[in-house]
């Protein structure tokens, strides 16, 4: 039980008084009783709101939160009082979560009850905790705040964000995945199995013309095609202290997990399987996934991954892959290129390639090429240009000399990474490739 505001004024009101009594003698005994008046009052005020029943509180959270978006929680607070109650709400969010409807404010009538709607936005993926919820209920009088804990903690599952996955899922339910910038380009014929008969449209190539079911139907038939499915795809995490660099709200990490979802929906549609191993202070293995159901299992095996602040062993992830995944796969290696990674990198890819298909998809910091736009205005500056175009020079070395080996390879920002690693699973499916 604390003091509330109005009683603070009255009480410096009546130290106000003081003053002034002090100097007129006749008032000293009508201040006194008025200060015992007012202590009385007081204290039955706190008895009152002793006595009087504590709000109910129940908590009802959404069945999953996604990084960084709205998650709609919803209070629902009891007066089983026979009295109008103003109260002061605040939910215990967890640590480093946005709620910025809160604390919240209002009045709950008498044997009513009123349900709070509010946002929170999580920054941390795994499992976060809610608190109990804290209530503050003014007395009758409003001379004192009565607070109390309701609730007990409750456990909440934070997802990386697949709203990217949402929206291509919608786009391609209406054959509008360029809007998206997923782009389906013509298919070589390698990466093409046959599907169906159909008949002729202008612009279908000679070759695809069957000329015995022509004959048979006296009209131009073509044989219509689609991709080769059944073809697996290995997602090989790094999770090391590299990618523990923020870029925007979240880590980089973060921005990895997005085009992962995403690619993986694509796949999972195309009749692909799915797999993911993790390296850099983790070992983690998913089998390959395949079908409707496995995005869920993808969802549920990505959500709680942590980036560690150990180092990447490129070898090591190699080794364990090869352990792992014995059929040919397209392993896509997802990382943040160093100029130091070109010895341990390149030989690793090297064995990796010897029975699997490769693909480096780093992410670079979007810091670096905001420091190239950013005009030199001192010798600091100058220092910090030349170490920006330095970092980028060994970065395309390295990947200069991949791509000599055979090794296919993309360098994007976080903001256009999960697109266009999602065009080039598509360009190698294409290719037939895999």
């Not at 392993?331 to 064995?351: C, F, H, M, S």
Request: charged residues 20%; positive net charge.
């Amino acid at each position: 039980m604390n003091p509330a505001p109005r009683l603070l004024v009255a009480a410096l009101v009546w130290l106000a008084l003081a003053m002034v009594s002090i100097s007129v003698p006749a008032l000293m005994m009508p201040w006194f009783w008025l200060g015992c008046a007012g202590v009385l009052i007081a204290l039955v005020d706190a008895l009152l709101a002793r006595l009087t029943r504590p709000i109910q509180v129940e908590r009802r959270l959404p069945g999953r939160f996604a990084l960084g978006q709205n998650g709609d929680v919803r209070l629902i607070l009891r007066n089983a009082s026979t009295r109008v109650v103003h109260v002061e709400v605040f939910d215990g969010i967890p640590p480093g979560s946005v709620a910025e409807t809160l604390p919240w404010f209002g009045m709950i009538p008498a044997q009513r009850e009123v349900r709070v709607f509010h946002p929170v936005r999580i920054m941390e993926r795994g499992e976060s905790i809610f608190g109990p919820v804290h209530v503050r209920t003014l007395s009758l009088l409003g001379l004192w705040q009565r607070k109390t804990l309701h609730l007990a903690p409750e456990r909440v599952k934070v997802y990386p964000n697949y709203e990217p996955v949402i929206r291509f899922a919608l786009l391609a339910m209406q054959h509008r995945e360029n809007p998206m910038g997923i782009m389906h380009r013509p298919r070589a014929g390698s990466s093409r199995e046959f599907r169906q008969l159909r008949d002729y449209r202008e612009g279908d190539p000679l070759s695809q013309i069957d000329w015995k079911a022509t004959s048979r139907r006296q009209a131009l038939i073509s044989r219509d095609f689609q991709e080769q499915r059944n073809q697996s795809i290995v997602f090989l995490l790094d999770t090391g202290r590299r990618m523990r660099a923020m870029d925007g709200e979240v880590p980089q990490f973060d921005h990895i997990l997005n085009a992962v979802l995403l690619v993986a929906h694509v796949a999972l549609k195309q009749g692909d399987q799915v797999a993911v191993k993790s390296f850099g202070g983790t070992d983690r293995w998913l089998p390959p996934v395949k079908g409707a159901h496995a995005m869920p299992i993808l969802l549920n095996h990505l959500y709680d991954y942590q980036t560690t602040p150990a180092p990447s062993d490129f070898t090591e992830a190699v080794e364990m892959l090869m352990s792992c995944q014995r059929r040919r796969s397209l392993v896509i290696l997802l990382t943040n290129l160093r100029g130091e990674d070109g010895k341990e990198l390149i030989p690793a890819l090297q064995v990796l390639k010897s029975r699997h298909l490769v693909l480096l998809a780093s992410m670079r910091e979007r810091v670096v090429e905001d420091r190239f736009e950013k005009p030199v205005a001192s010798f600091a500056d100058a220092l910090q240009y030349l170490a920006a175009d330095r970092y980028v020079q060994e970065r395309r070395e390295i990947l200069a000399s991949l791509g000599a080996l055979g090794i296919m390879t993309l360098d994007s920002t976080a903001q256009k990474f999960a697109i266009a690693l999602a065009n080039s699973y598509l360009d190698i499916k294409a290719a037939g490739r895999i």
